[in-house]
């Protein structure tokens, strides 16, 4: 199954307290339990002004109508080709 980064600009985003964190995150995870099992949220990772999340899912337009059903903005989604990591330098 495929494997997206998406790329969500949430000026702030850095400095959400950890009730908002919980808020957002129950709201995706009540919008991915409405969409089924095909679309699954890995981990996210937030930066001072955007959100990258890691999201498995057969297509990129579940991957949508989950931002658009959980009120997020998607403002990239890219699909990831291939994994590298350090062990990739040992040919």
Known sequence: MPKYIIERELPGAGDLGDDQILGISQKSCQVL???????QWVESFV???KIY???IAPNRELI????????FPANKISEV?????????EG
Request: net charge negative; glycine share 14%.
């Open 47 to 49: 930066t001072d002004d």
């Open 64 to 71: 949508e109508k989950h931002a658009e059903e959980g009120g």
């Open 53 to 55: 999340c890691v999201y």
């Open 81 to 89: 080709r291939r994994m590298i990591d350090p062990t990739s330098a």
């Open 33 to 39: 339990s409405g969409l089924g099992p095909q679309i």
